[in-house]
Nanobody
Framework: QVQLVESGGGLVEAGGSLRLSCTAS????????MGWYRQAPGKQRDLVAD??????TDYADSVKGRFTISRDTKNTVNLQMNSLKLEDTAVYYC?????????WGQGTQVTVSS
């Protein structure tokens, strides 16, 4: 059974930091992309950051310079979020793409307070 286990969400004051992690239960050799998306209430789910198997990264304009995506093992992706803003409040979802499938995590809540 394929699983994506997410951790690291929570409540933080504006200007603070959080680190999200996501670990896949399947073979890392099949992974093409690992990324984070977020969905705020009443809004669509949008890309936050993505990293390819070759290490290429892509970020939403709104998080550039504040968030950093990385892989510390072949099947774990992290999202370091600094200088958090109120508008970063959302449910954050890990997404992993293999050669044949797309997998989503269950989501982790990030709430930024003033």
């Amino acid at each position: 059974q394929v699983q994506l286990v997410e951790s690291g969400g929570g409540l933080v004051e504006a200007g603070g930091s959080l680190r999200l992690s996501c670990t896949a239960s399947f073979s890392a050799s099949s992974i093409r992309h690992m990324g984070w998306y977020r969905q705020a209430p009443g809004k669509q789910r949008d890309l936050v950051a993505d990293i390819s198997s070759g290490g290429d990264t892509d970020y939403a304009d709104s998080v550039k310079g504040r968030f950093t995506i990385s892989r510390d093992t072949k099947n774990t992706v992290n999202l370091q979020m600094n200088s958090l803003k109120l508008e970063d409040t959302a449910v954050y979802y890990c997404r992993i793409t293999t050669f044949s499938n797309v997998y989503w995590g269950q989501g982790t809540q990030v709430t930024v307070s003033s």
